[in-house]
């Protein structure tokens, strides 16, 4: 029996391979040919989306680790890194029990 949980969530996903698993899954299931959208475009987009800046003692500072608290985007990324993290764990022996709610996982291997 495992129990896993992700700390502090956001600030942990790290944002280029945040944005490296969505490019593959539009790899994967974006039909691109004869959309004037092309995948590279969503995926510049949503770098220009996930980027985040924040005034500290005057300064304006971009955020360079995870991806951002406030974004309306940021659930939906954090939850596509942790299914294909999830996708990548199980591999050829998946656990007999594997449950998420959100950041918090429960895993039993017998």
Same mark, same amino acid.
């Given at each position: 029996? +495992?129990?896993?949980?992700?700390?502090?969530?956001?600030?942990?996903?790290?944002?280029?391979?945040?944005? &490296?698993?969505?490019?593959?899954?539009?790899?994967?299931?974006?039909?691109?040919?004869?959309?004037?959208?092309?995948?590279?475009? +969503?995926?510049?987009?949503?770098?220009?989306?996930?980027? &985040?800046?924040?005034?500290?003692?005057?300064?304006?500072?971009?955020?360079?680790?995870?991806?951002?608290?406030?974004?309306?985007?940021?659930?939906?990324?954090?939850?596509?890194?942790?299914?294909?993290?999830?996708?990548?764990?199980?591999?050829?022996?998946?656990?007999?029990?594997?449950?998420?709610?959100?950041?918090? &996982?429960?895993?039993?291997?017998?």
């Amino acid at each position: 029996m +495992i129990s896993l949980d992700v700390i502090s969530l956001f600030t942990s996903v790290a944002l280029a391979l945040a944005i &490296t698993i969505v490019d593959g899954l539009l790899k994967d299931k974006y039909e691109e040919i004869d959309k004037k959208l092309k995948r590279a475009h +969503i995926t510049e987009l949503l770098e220009l989306c996930l980027k &985040t800046y924040f005034t500290l003692n005057g300064q304006v500072k971009e955020q360079k680790e995870g991806i951002p608290v406030g974004s309306s985007l940021s659930g939906l990324i954090a939850e596509t890194v942790l299914l294909r993290l999830e996708h990548l764990f199980s591999g050829s022996d998946p656990p007999k029990f594997w449950a998420r709610y959100v950041e918090d &996982t429960f895993i039993t291997r017998c």
